[in-house]
């Protein structure tokens, strides 16, 4: 079990626009630890989508966002494409048990 | 350019210790804030961060697993080893190495990923 939940699943017609959850605790996102969003393609390993809470690597697109508020922090991806279907994962850092750097569960996005 | 790989064992028996060598470029680990990180994708998908270490060369362990993980820096300064004692089948997964640049403002996203390597545990 995550320590932060994540809905297992999203999906969206392609064009669309589809957001995805990241719901945390007062020991981590609700301690203002910044928020980071990877990306994970089929048969590849997770890459960097958004850093510090907003900010976007070069070379990923604007229709990638995201936001937080409280202990939760969200993901919106605009004008779906269909090479964006693979998993999205949300991270941060935990101040409980010693601290550590923790995951949400991920999320499979499906473009239909 | 950044690169990490990973190195190490595709299969390990259980009870045995799990070593795994990331070899990076393009940054160094004596630079301010730089650290490396672990980070493991076991059965269902789920990413768990392992260990870290950083410019400093203080080490950082994920709280379930700290008696089973030792994280040091190899006699070359591009690389670091990781040692996963008792290994067990539930360990079975992909092991990333990533580098990890830490912010005074929170937890430091991991920006560069290794390939990975997969570990089976089997005998």
């Known amino acids: 079990q995550s320590v932060l939940t994540q809905p297992p699943s999203v999906s969206g017609a392609p064009g669309q626009r589809v957001t995805i959850s990241c719901t945390g605790s007062t020991s981590n996102i609700g301690a203002g630890y910044d928020v980071h969003w990877y990306q994970q393609l089929p048969g590849t390993g997770p890459t960097l989508l958004i850093y510090e809470d907003i900010h976007r690597p070069s070379g990923v697109p604007d229709r990638f966002s995201a936001s937080r508020s409280g202990t939760s922090a969200s993901l919106a991806i605009t004008g779906l494409q269909v090479e964006d279907e693979g998993y999205y994962y949300c991270?941060?850092?935990?101040?409980?048990?010693?601290?550590?750097?923790?995951f949400g569960g991920g999320t499979k996005l499906t473009v239909l | 350019q950044v690169t990490l790989r990973e190195s190490g064992p595709a299969v390990v028996k259980p009870t045995q210790t799990l070593t795994l060598t990331c070899t990076f470029s393009g940054f160094s680990l004596t630079t301010e804030r730089m650290c490396v990180s672990w980070v493991r994708q076991t059965t269902g998908k789920a990413l768990e961060w392992l260990a870290r270490i950083d410019w400093l060369d203080d080490k950082y362990y994920q709280t379930s697993l700290k008696t089973r993980l030792s994280f040091s820096r190899a006699a070359s300064k591009n690389q670091v080893v990781l040692t996963m004692s008792n290994m067990d089948p539930v360990d079975t997964g992909t092991y990333y190495c990533v580098r990890q640049p830490t912010t005074t403002s929170g937890s430091g996203a991991f920006d560069f990923w290794g390939q990975g390597t997969v570990v089976t545990v089997s005998s």
């Open positions: 991270q941060t850092f935990d101040n409980a048990l010693s601290g550590n750097w923790v």
